[in-house]
């Protein structure tokens, strides 16, 4: 296994909030351990609130923990102020100098380091090439569009070589071709740099997209720890299976008429087959007897809602391998028999 | 379909529009222009429409007056003061305003504009009755005071927009790239503060410059240029003197707000990084 790069034990932060004039404490993140890798293109997912944002802030130096520490490359640097971390980051509103040329952007920390002007400009020009923007240097920021100034800000964190770089929800301004884009983009340019990656998203399908591991986090706490495939396969807990992609989640009397145990179990849309009353069902396999209530043709798949017999819906997902628009259709109020295997069934706590 | 605002290009205000705004400009304008125009008139006292002849020779004599010279030199002084003073005062207001939270923020924040929004009599009645319970002889000092009080507020409220407008994260973005507290000021901070500060402090500067009201409630037997030419219109004579000062009270006021407009208006370019 390779080594820690950043290393989380036990880690609390508490803001104190005044509201109406009743003081009282929020816990943004609540003790978490985690162990992100050398090299690592690692996300922190969750929806806002949920002390991913303060993790990172914490990482980078903006925040310090109220206890338990943070340890990069082995080093506690929960009391380094930013500029003794080597980490950078990538703001979400870019944070770009507007009295500064894109070249001096990008140069900038080096001329904090009192690196030569020559060799600043060189290596300003460089980095601008790996972003893709070769020949930007002398541009003001506010002659940029957005997935410009995305980049320029990518450039200025990466010129001095952070030991690990943080990206602070960077593609959530930028329109949808442009973010998909830019998705393929960084995760290049993460192997091309070999800097582990902190990426901060609320954004499922990014974290899916580009991740070598994804942190799920829920008001403060890590809910799951794992690969794409792992998060998305085998949610831990109820929130990640229903934050994550989306799931059917069956319980009580329903689950046990299907499973025949009532423990809470989370099934995905796309593992369940749309089959016909008279289809058999094999000894690896599990079924429900429904009415289809709703049907949604989305072009590239079919989203159908099932009301079960035993009272429920479950939502399921079909390509559109040989339908079109017109046939579709015809399956509204159709009884239908939904059968999947039963290793897709997912037993979840909470 | 285009909508239809009132700020379109080549679209016509109506003549009403045009013939009250160009009737209001005139109103405001005609009676400077009369000054102007009496500088240069032969007539020594009373004035005749239209002006006999005209003449230069009140210019040298007015610049040649001592106690012209004196109260002109008395008011730059009083101005440059005001405004040093209006400066940091001002910054380090709009600083903690800013950045922190505390107990009776926006009590303090009212109470920091208030002297502008007041009557200058106000002011000027509280500033005399505070000075002499306090003993303090009325003196140059007690003038630069009282014009601190209300060119605070400009360059407060001039340096609190930009903050607001710089936001906070280019100091975390500074401070992330390796530059401490002093680094981060010096590079980001204070270039982004300049034009402020300069727009700020020439404000400051024309306020107190042709100030009045609290001058005459704060000053001793000083004479500010405004107040020697209040005094001066009380004497049927040397009248064009006193146009004549008028006049470069006009110009020395007017220039510095033409530069302050420029540069707000050309820091926008710059600024809008959103």
């Known amino acids: 296994m390779k ?47 949920s002390g991913k944002t303060t993790s990172l802030r914490m990482i980078a130096g903006f925040d310090r923990p109220t206890s338990g520490s943070i340890l990069l490359y082995g080093q506690d640097v929960s009391n380094l102020p930013p500029y003794e971390r080597d980490v950078n980051t990538v703001f979400q509103d870019y944070a770009l100098f507007p009295h500064m040329t894109v070249g001096e952007n990008v140069a900038y920390g080096l001329m904090i380091k009192k690196v030569s002007k020559a060799e600043r400009q060189k290596k300003a020009d460089e980095m601008l090439d790996l972003v893709r923007l070769p020949g930007f240097a002398d541009r003001k920021p506010a002659q940029l569009s957005g997935g410009q100034r995305q980049r320029v800000a990518l450039a200025r964190a990466l010129i001095n070589h952070p030991k690990v770089l943080l990206l602070d929800e960077p593609l959530g301004a930028l329109d949808l071709k ?148 017109m046939d579709v259709m015809k399956a509204k109020s159709q009884k239908v028999r939904l059968i999947w295997k039963k290793e897709h069934v997912r037993h979840v706590e909470g | 379909m285009p909508s239809k605002s009132p700020a379109q290009p080549g679209e016509r205000a109506s003549w009403i529009l045009k013939i009250s705004a160009i009737a209001a400009l005139l109103f405001l304008h005609i009676p400077m222009w009369l000054i102007f125009l009496y500088s240069f008139t032969t007539e020594e006292s009373a004035y005749s429409f239209p002006p006999p002849g005209l003449t230069l020779k009140w210019i040298p004599q007015a610049i040649a007056t001592p106690a012209m010279q004196d109260a002109l030199f008395l008011t730059l002084k009083v101005a440059a003061l005001a405004t040093i003073t209006a400066l940091i005062l001002g910054t380090l207001a709009a600083a903690a305003v800013y950045r922190y939270e505390f107990f009776g923020k926006e009590a303090i924040s009212f109470m920091l504009v208030l002297p502008l929004a007041l009557p200058g009599i106000v002011t000027g009645i509280a500033m005399r009755s505070a000075i002499g319970l306090m003993t303090i002889p009325f003196s140059f000092w007690t003038i630069v005071i009282g014009h601190a009080t209300f060119c605070v507020v400009v360059v407060y409220n001039n340096v609190l927009a930009r903050f607001r407008r710089t936001g906070g994260t280019m100091v975390e973005a500074s401070m992330d790239l390796g530059a401490n507290s002093f680094q981060t000021f010096l590079h980001i901070i204070l270039p982004n503060m300049a034009s402020a500060l300069l727009a700020g402090a020439i404000l400051a500067f024309s306020l107190s410059f042709d100030e009045v009201i609290v001058t005459t409630f704060t000053a001793g037997n000083q004479q500010t240029l405004p107040i020697w030419i209040f005094s001066q219109m009380l004497k049927p004579r040397n009248r064009p003197i006193t146009n004549v000062t008028a006049m470069l009270v006009v110009l020395i006021t007017a220039i510095p707000i033409l530069i302050a407009q420029r540069i707000v208006a050309s820091s926008h370019d710059t600024e809008g990084n959103k």
């Open chain 1, 178 to 325: 442009l973010r998909q884009q830019m998705q393929v983009e960084l995760k290049s340019i993460q192997q091309r740099v070999g800097i582990t990656f902190i990426f901060v998203t609320h954004d499922q399908e990014e974290a899916l997209t580009m991740s070598d591991r994804i942190a799920v986090f829920n008001l403060g706490k890590i809910e799951q720890v794992g690969t794409p495939a792992e998060v998305y396969e085998h949610p831990a807990t109820t929130f990640v299976a229903s934050f994550v992609g989306t799931s059917n989640l069956v319980s009580g009397e329903v689950a046990k008429r299907i499973t025949g145990s009532d423990t809470r179990f989370s099934i995905r849309p796309e593992k369940i087959r749309l089959g016909s009353m008279s289809d058999k069902i094999d000894a690896d396999m599990v079924s429900a007897d429904g009415v289809v209530r709703d049907v949604v043709y989305i072009g590239l798949f079919t989203r159908y809602l099932i009301e079960l017999e035993g009272g429920g819906d479950l939502v399921v997902v079909e390509q559109n391998l040989n339908t079109t628009s």
């Open chain 1, 3 to 49: 080594e820690s790069a950043i290393l989380f034990k036990n880690v609390s932060r508490v803001f104190s909030v005044r509201h109406n004039d009743i003081a009282g404490t929020v816990k943004a993140v609540d003790g978490i351990s985690l162990d992100i890798r050398d090299g690592e293109f690692f996300s922190l997912l969750g929806p806002s609130g």
